[in-house]
């Protein structure tokens, strides 16, 4: 046995670092193994690099699959607030946009991986980095965890290298899930779950962007609007987002499409989803036909290129001019209004498919909520047993809120295990 520990977290995540931090703070002996080259690698790629890393309005209805009840229960251990008291202590400051979304105010990710490393070296934790966690099981005194030495990704050579036991009184899985594998997502965490008795449910992507076969959107690839959206599948009730929306030559992405995501591969399976978007969400279609009349009549006899300028994204008047079957460099044909106003408030496109957990920023599935303690994270299958973050099939919306989930359980998880 290598080393022995009070308590060993597996991952240097965003759950993971907030767990050892606690834990630390607490008094707690505390091992840290991560596989990447160097702690919160996802962190560092959150919020194109400037980490979204909580919101200002966190309530239980914003997770999913219905984990409200669950999600209540764990922010009355431990309340919204007290995870903003816990980056505040830790010496963070943020600023807020209009959305509610909470940002380091030096917008570098790197900033709050630093502080809770920062943190964790002050309080004498231990981290390991380029270290697999192999295995966990049962011990007299606690856990049993091997481990072996791992090369950094972008090295061809894949071998595992030596191979190390670790003893633990309590252990916290805070591996993370499968999406952005070319950063460090793994199932691995979840086959460590299996393998102590849990169940896991299916695994898929979350927050993912959405693709479509429309011949329209490679001439609208990088164009972003603000846009209310409706998905609507081929069987049940259509779901509703607000926000930005980023066109791609693939399809759509964004945060209104990303939060639509789960609801878009869940219809998938019952047939056709099309996805509708209104570019003029602040006015109905008679009130936006009655203005763009008084445009046309303004701009009589010039182009359709003159009429539209100004009004949106010249690439997405160019799309809806295609739509409409009408002449970018003639005058607009009778009509136009109407038609325009119509196309404008529902600009739809047919959904084929997400882009996967390659480019998903949430897994969807894995360990039952039911099988861990809400005030704790500690499972109730193996005590002294942790689980944190991506390994629970709890995802929440997109705008901070998986992140939250993450410091939360972390935290709580952290307190608990150095407590015994």
């Not at 840290?32 to 790629?45: A, Q």
């Not at 999913?64 to 010496?91: I, S, T």
């Not at 460590?192 to 979350?206: D, E, K, W, Y």
Request: charged share 20%; with cysteine.
């Amino acid at each position: 046995m290598n080393g022995t520990y009070d308590v060993i977290v597996i991952g240097a995540g965003a759950s993971g670092l907030a767990a050892a931090v606690e834990a630390a703070r607490a008094g707690a002996s505390v091992l840290v193994l991560e596989k990447n080259h160097v702690p919160g690698r996802k962190i560092l790629s959150t919020g194109a690099g400037k980490c979204n890393f909580t919101n200002s309005v966190v309530t239980p209805d914003r997770y999913h699959p219905p984990a409200a009840a669950f999600m209540k229960k764990a922010f009355a251990a431990l309340p919204p607030r007290g995870v903003l008291e816990f980056f505040r202590e830790l010496g963070l400051l943020w600023t807020e946009d209009a959305r509610g979304r909470l940002f380091p105010r030096s917008m570098k990710a790197q900033d709050v991986v630093s502080v809770l490393a920062n943190e964790l070296a002050f309080r004498g934790g231990t981290l390991r980095t380029l270290t697999e966690a192999l295995s966990v099981s049962r011990a007299r005194a606690g856990f049993a965890v091997e481990a072996c030495a791992v090369s950094p990704q972008w090295e061809k050579r894949k071998a595992k290298g030596e191979r190390t036991a670790f003893g633990a009184a309590r252990v916290v899985l805070a591996a993370g899930g499968a999406c952005y594998p070319q950063i460090g997502g793994t199932t691995a965490g979840y086959s460590l779950l299996r393998s102590l008795g849990h169940s896991v449910s299916q695994l898929h992507p979350a927050i993912v962007p959405l693709r479509s076969d429309d011949p329209l959107l490679k001439d609208l690839d990088g164009v972003r609007a603000d846009a209310s959206l409706e998905l609507r599948p081929a069987r049940g009730r259509p779901s509703r987002s607000a926000g930005e929306l980023l066109f791609a030559s693939y399809g759509l992405s964004g945060p209104a499409a990303l939060d639509l995501s789960r609801a878009a591969l869940s219809a998938l399976g019952d047939g056709p989803v099309a996805l509708s978007a209104d570019l003029f969400p602040e006015t109905d279609a008679p009130a936006l036909a009655a203005s763009l009349e008084e445009r046309l009549r303004r701009f009589s006899g010039r182009s359709f290129r003159h009429f539209a300028c100004g009004l949106l994204n010249e690439k997405l008047m160019k799309a809806a001019a295609v739509r409409l079957r009408a002449d970018w460099s003639a005058p607009p044909p009778a009509g136009t209004p109407a038609a325009l106003a119509a196309l404008l408030k529902d600009l739809s496109f047919n959904i084929t498919g997400t882009r996967g957990f390659d480019e998903a920023m949430v897994t969807a599935g894995g360990c039952p909520p039911a099988e861990v303690h809400p005030a704790s994270f500690q499972s109730r299958i193996v005590p002294g047993l942790y689980v944190t973050g991506e390994l629970l099939d709890i995802d929440g919306d997109s705008g901070g809120f998986n992140l939250h989930l993450a410091w939360t359980s972390g935290i709580l998880a952290g307190r608990s295990a150095a407590a015994g």
